[in-house]
């Protein structure tokens, strides 16, 4: 049983099939100008319209790129550099994902100025922290719309509402909640928004950023004119089409996913907080993910926990400094304010719409059961 | 490059391409080193109108397509109603062209003023 | 007849096949460390020896990226960044890609030197006007290895050899030479050397920037800790098992595909020279691409020679300014000093292994008759 869906996706049989003929049959390059290419032109367009529409855009807003940090890097960057010489303080949460924070963090190292905004215990920023930070310098707001390890929900409607009345440019990392919860850019009052296809049962290597019209960024990539001079490179039109049918499905079959999904994560922390002690969820209890759930478990390590899963059959994730290959213990859980110790025991299980063969009582007894061989091993434990 | 049918049918089969031995008005557009050079012949009756056109194009896809369908647009009418003719009237009945080439449907137009100018003073 | 393998390819069937596992079966990120996970790093690992051994490199030298224009921006911008503040002069050639003559526009906008090396009538650069060219701030040269439009082929071992001698980061693009001729990262004296997939049968949206241990460049795609740190993102793990796998079988039949196609682009130059009077080969006779060949043809115009072959069922590229979105002549033409007007006249015919069935006298017959069709009705022909 597969619980890593905020980690990456399968892709989807619907979105292979549409996506095959573009290998070895429609193979043209969309820049050329005989009925192969034009063929392949008209798929890209078909795909723009798709991921427009589910979110609520022009398909000229949408520019295609690499995937979701690429989108990040080209929001964030693309408007740096576009005001290089107009301001230089950007402002940001504490817990951003590392596509925006390591750009912010190398945007530092060319003089710009970052304020992290705090997220609290329970992962949501204070809009009035917002307001007293920015100043006349501000040139870019980039605040994540649900953090991809607690998936806590940013207020991103009322921070588009102050960027809009100060004139600051507002970027939202996207690449959690679409497909999730509604994705709506006039809704949400953004500038730019950023999304990637593998989260939602599209294929990997492809994401686009919506660039609100009027919105200019220096382009990361460039060269030839693709995608209105913004992103330079053959189209991935293979990928570019499993996007465009994977945002369709997702948008079509949203409220549906989002039911089912909220039910068996409601029973699931209902389950393990009753079973397990010393057993707790991270973040907002409210402001949250349909799919997502990041517990807490006193005593243990994530990769040991994990690696006991996973011998059982479960694959799931930990913000352990041990599983990654930095050996630093999860920012995000870091910047809830826990105690380190704490941020060790995590564990998050994230689902997907094909989730539904998930036996919720089966999974609670083998983690109360691995949890329970970990802290007997564990000198942390004197319970 | 999305051209109409009728466009591919107007560069595929040009009408009325060649030059004309016996025109009184002779226009040349365009220039070769942007890719495009095209001349209009016209022969004007007693009436002042327009009774034979032709026409000679170097240029792209679309260049060809509006030189033939403005001669067919121009055939018969009088030099005032062709002096008339816009590009857009060319672009339309051609169905549309792709925004990057409407500057090919000007050159056209501007082809055939410049041939029932030249016409006018050849009569002056 | 799809001859137009410089614009893009078809993907191989073997290649296809080879991908196919990693959409809907083995989908895991590589990140993670349960099976699923681990099964797509190997398919990583595997692609990244079969990239690193078809140009004589180590696995840990490349990089993967989204494509070919990522490759060059990476390496342009990676090395122009890292060297901010010890010299802004760089060396390039007058006719390069898109992908890298955009990208040293915009440097020159943010106050780098650019020198541009004449390439002369025969598309080949002199190594004196090289050598002449290099100063005390020159950080970086970076210069073709095969042009994309004409197929000539610079000296980049000898250059490389100066490169070496200075002290002098040097890039060479051989997204056209890769899979046609030898490329050999050792010979050829680079730090860095930029890949495409899609130019040798493998899929769109991915490529590789090999990068010479000890050479140090700055990220473009800054976030999460993929490819050492140099390009983040959840890897796009069925097109890079693709893209492995197009390189596994291009190196393995890289000289029989040579014989081949030379033998057919030198019957093809013979029977046009031949048969339609003001015909001439665009570039250097001897050292050029042995798939690839530029012809021009007195007072007619490209676009409409290649609508009319593509009603004749034959599909193949120009670079007449009439063809692109740009409507801006060809510079790589208008680099070797031609007529403004014979730049109109030029066509790209580009072969591939799969060419076979290629008839070239049933070609030459249809292009004879397209030329003289189009000259009827050009204004610039009185012959
Ligand atoms: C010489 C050269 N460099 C770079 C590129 C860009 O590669 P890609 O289309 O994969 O971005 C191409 C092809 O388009 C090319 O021919
Ligand atoms: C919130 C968030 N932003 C950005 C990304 C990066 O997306 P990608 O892996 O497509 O580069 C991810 C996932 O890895 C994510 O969860
Ligand atoms: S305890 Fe082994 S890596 Fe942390
Ligand atoms: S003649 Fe140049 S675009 Fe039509």
Redesign the interface.
């Known amino acids: 049983m597969?619980l890593?869906n905020s980690?990456?996706?399968?892709?989807?049989?619907e979105v292979?099939e549409e996506?095959k003929p573009y290998?070895?049959?429609e193979?043209?390059?969309p820049?050329?100008?005989?009925?192969?290419?034009?063929e392949s032109?008209k798929a890209l367009d078909q795909a723009r319209q798709r991921v427009a529409d589910a979110i609520n855009a022009k398909p000229e807003e949408i520019i295609f790129?690499?995937?979701?940090?690429?989108s990040?890097?080209l929001a964030i960057k693309g408007i740096a550099f576009k005001f290089l010489n107009q301001g230089k303080h950007i402002i940001t949460t504490e817990f951003e994902?590392?596509?925006?924070?390591?750009?912010l963090?190398?945007l530092e190292s060319l003089d710009f100025k970052v304020t992290y905004l705090p997220v609290y215990e329970n992962g949501i920023i204070k809009v009035e922290d917002l307001k007293e930070a920015i100043t006349d310098d501000t040139i870019l707001i980039t605040i994540m719309h649900g953090n991809n390890e607690i998936g806590t929900i940013q207020p991103i409607e009322e921070i588009g509402e102050i960027a809009r009345e100060k004139g600051i440019i507002f970027h939202t990392d996207a690449v959690q909640t679409f497909g999730k919860i509604e994705v709506d850019v006039e809704k949400l009052n953004v500038n730019l928004l950023s999304l990637?296809s593998?989260k939602i049962n599209g294929?990997?290597?492809?994401g686009a950023l919506y660039i609100k019209k009027g919105t200019r960024v220096?382009?990361?990539?460039?060269?030839?004119?693709q995608e209105r001079g913004i992103r330079?490179?053959?189209?991935?039109?293979?990928?570019i089409v499993g996007f465009g049918k994977a945002c369709e499905l997702a948008s079509e079959q949203l409220e549906e996913h989002h039911e089912k999904l909220s039910a068996i994560r409601d029973e699931l922390i209902e389950k393990v907080l009753g079973t397990i002690p010393e057993s707790y969820v991270n973040g907002d209890m409210e402001q949250r993910l349909p799919n997502l759930v990041n517990f807490r478990f006193k005593a243990i390590e994530g990769?040991s926990l994990?690696?006991l899963l996973?011998a059982q059959g479960y694959?799931a994730?930990t913000g352990s400094a041990c599983?990654?290959?930095?050996l630093e213990a999860s920012p995000v859980l870091t910047a809830l304010g826990l105690d380190p110790v704490d941020v060790h025991g995590s564990l998050r299980i994230s689902l997907a719409p094909e989730s539904d063969a998930f036996d919720v009582d089966e999974f609670v007894e083998t983690l109360a059961g691995a949890v329970s061989r970990l802290r007997e091993m564990s000198p942390l434990w004197n319970q | 490059?999305?051209y109409s049918e009728k466009v591919m049918d107007h560069f595929a089969n040009p009408r009325n391409c060649r030059k004309m031995e016996d025109a009184n008005g002779v226009g040349t557009v365009g220039n070769p080193t942007c890719g495009d050079l095209m001349t209009i012949y016209i022969k004007v009756n007693d009436d002042d109108v327009i009774e034979d056109i032709s026409f000679q194009t170097f240029g792209c896809g679309a260049a060809i397509a509006t030189s033939s369908m403005i001669t067919e647009i121009a055939v018969g009418k009088t030099v005032e109603e062709a002096l008339k003719i816009s590009r857009n009237d060319v672009a339309e009945e051609l169905d549309g062209l792709p925004p990057v080439k409407m500057h090919c449907s000007n050159l056209a137009a501007d082809g055939l003023q410049a041939a029932i100018e030249n016409y006018r003073e050849n009569n002056q």
């Open positions: 597969y890593d980690a990456t996706t399968q892709v989807s049989e292979f996506m290998f070895t049959e193979f043209g390059n820049s050329t100008l005989y009925k192969i290419g034009r032109k790129t690499g995937g979701g940090s690429e990040d890097n994902h590392p596509a925006v924070k390591e750009t963090a190398y990637s593998h294929p990997k290597g492809v220096i382009p990361l990539i460039h060269g030839g004119g330079a490179g053959t189209e991935n039109v293979a990928g990769e994990i690696l996973d694959q994730s599983s990654s290959n930095k | 490059m999305d």
